[in-house]
């Protein structure tokens, strides 16, 4: 058996997956805010940062695997038939960490938390994490010395993206960087802890670093010097996701019943693995992904680049040599919970607002919902702008159509240039599982959209896919085993002209906002 672990923004969640029987044996999720109250992080992240700042505290991401692993245990998974484990983080996100590090994980003790040990091994007490937005100072610094950075690492320096973040703390706590032996992605920090020793990191999560060289998968030394002094010395090197590391520690063998032959493996990034866990990770596919972030992906067999400077190239994951293209969308399920709690709705209320009160295209009432900082189109905003209507006082029928459309009309605006028409528009992610969502994609994308036929989450079953193949399974046959979609897709209803017209006066909205 193999286990998949997927440490995203608000929760910690496990698959064990069976390849000899096709059974999904187990699944176990942890809820930061709702388990881990104490960390006063609701939604996974310390709020009301300064600035853009956002940031959360890792010692939450490492009670929530030692609680995670308890669930699954006392929920009675035989951990000890897990052969393989591997694993997905939120990207971007880092951790920083003393030499102390390296002893602290070899000599970890059963008996104490993993936070009560590790934590006095922080060079830096919190993590910046995705939707931070407070580094543009630094974008353009990095940027200024080395211009080709989006040919060599497949993305504009971007806020979220590790670099600048590195960059930020060697400006403002030189000593602390000076004193950080080695700075970890949230997956490769994670498969360390589970490894007993520091892992590598993926070419699908190092490309969201603005420091990996695409071309060659390894560290570009004019992107680590441009970005903080020393900066090759606290790095761990690039391997491919799945790569061995070391056994299990005994630490996991002795509190929760690991087999000391398991073998700890490197992860890579949630959307990567969610990539994999689709079955989209060979070419023709694209998948949107609708977690606390909104993002589209696809595979793609060279990189691309986006002539507006939104779209990503990362790895792929498990196609040696390929890539993925991926966009992010910061006011995805965030935005959409907004709503909901300010207007008082359920989610199955959003469902029937959104489909049966008001028409395909809300009588030409546009809304681009960005409660927060977006990252695509880039834009410091924290409130809900329309094309002339008081979205405060329209009924709420009105605005769960208008967010909607207006999210999906976002991701279709900023996707043009991938001149990509799948069969399918596969669905995941939390809400993927709202019928009123699922429609709305269609309508707005003129293609049926699909979800996954079971309803594990595609970030955990890509990870368990990781851990399987690195033991001599094959992706086509694991791909018919665990990433079957629904028999019945979701099919667009006439809204195709509706909607290209309504994407014409959104993008003149989006044009209107990014330019005032
Ligand atoms: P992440 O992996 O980023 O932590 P998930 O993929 O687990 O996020 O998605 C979590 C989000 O899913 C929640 O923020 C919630 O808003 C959304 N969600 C859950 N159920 C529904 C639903 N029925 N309709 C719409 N959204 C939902
Ligand atoms: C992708 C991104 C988010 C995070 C959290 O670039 O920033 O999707 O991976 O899910």
Not at 243 to 264: H, L, N, R, W
Not at 365 to 373: D, G, N, S, T
Not at 400 to 405: H, P
Not at 425 to 439: D, E, K, M
Request: charged share 15%; aromatic share 8%; with cysteine.
């Amino acid at each position: 058996m193999y286990l998949g672990l997927d440490a995203s923004t608000q929760s910690i969640s496990a698959v064990i997956i069976d390849p000899n029987t096709s059974a999904i044996i187990a699944t176990e999720s942890i809820n930061f805010g709702s388990e881990l109250p104490q960390y006063s992080a609701p939604s996974g992240f310390i709020p009301d940062g300064q600035d853009g700042e956002v940031h959360t505290d890792p010692s939450m991401w490492l009670d929530a695997l030692d609680l995670l692993l308890h669930r699954l245990n006392s929920n009675g998974a035989d951990l000890s038939k897990i052969k393989t484990i591997s694993g997905a983080g939120q990207q971007h996100a880092s951790v920083y960490l003393s030499e102390a590090f390296h002893s602290a994980l070899e000599t970890l003790d059963s008996r104490s938390s993993l936070s009560e040990q590790l934590k006095p091994t922080f060079t830096r007490t919190t993590s910046p994490i995705w939707m931070d937005s407070s580094t543009a100072e630094e974008c353009a610094e990095i940027t200024q010395q080395v211009p080709s950075i989006l040919e060599i690492s497949g993305s504009v320096a971007t806020m979220r993206f590790t670099g600048s973040q590195i960059r930020k703390f060697y400006k403002q706590d030189p000593d602390q960087y000076q004193k950080t032996d080695i700075i970890h992605l949230n997956s490769s920090f994670l498969s360390s802890i589970i490894a007993g020793s520091s892992s590598s990191i993926d070419t699908g999560d190092g490309a969201g670093m603005n420091l990996m060289d695409l071309a060659t998968s390894t560290w570009h030394l004019g992107l680590l010097d441009a970005t903080a002094p020393n900066l090759s010395d606290k790095l761990p090197p690039i391997q491919p996701a799945g790569t061995y590391i070391s056994m299990i520690s005994s630490y996991f063998v002795e509190k929760y019943g690991f087999s000391p032959d398991c073998q700890a493996l490197s992860w890579t990034g949630d959307n990567p693995a969610s990539l994999v866990g689709m079955g989209a990770a060979s070419i023709g596919k694209m998948v949107i992904s609708l977690g606390t972030s909104d993002t589209l992906f696809s595979a793609i067999p060279e990189p691309v680049t986006d002539p507006n400077g939104y779209g990503h190239v990362f790895g792929n994951p498990i196609v040696p040599g390929g890539y993925m293209t991926l966009l992010c969308f910061s006011n995805g399920s965030l935005a959409r919970e907004r709503l909901k709690n300010d207007a008082q709705l359920s989610w199955t209320d959003f469902e029937t607002e959104a489909l049966s009160e008001t028409p395909i295209g809300n009588n030409g009432k546009l809304a681009a919902a960005f409660y927060a900082p977006e990252t695509t189109p880039k834009l410091d905003s924290n409130n809900v702008h329309t094309n002339g209507w008081d979205f405060d006082t329209a009924p709420s029928s009105i605005k769960v159509r208008a967010l909607l459309e207006g999210q999906f009309l976002n991701i279709r605006l900023h996707s043009k240039w991938m001149n990509i028409s799948p069969e399918n528009i596969l669905i995941t992610g939390g809400a993927s599982a709202n019928s009123g969502i699922a429609q709305t994609i269609a309508n707005v994308f003129n293609a049926p959209t699909k979800r996954l036929a079971s309803n594990a989450s595609s970030v955990s079953v890509g990870a368990a896919i990781i851990a399987a193949l690195s033991d001599g399974h094959d992706y086509e046959e694991l791909t018919k085993q665990f990433c079957q979609t629904e028999e019945h897709a979701t099919a667009p209803q006439n809204g195709a002209e509706a909607h290209t017209a309504q994407l014409r006066e959104f993008d003149a909205l989006i044009d209107s906002l990014v330019t005032e």
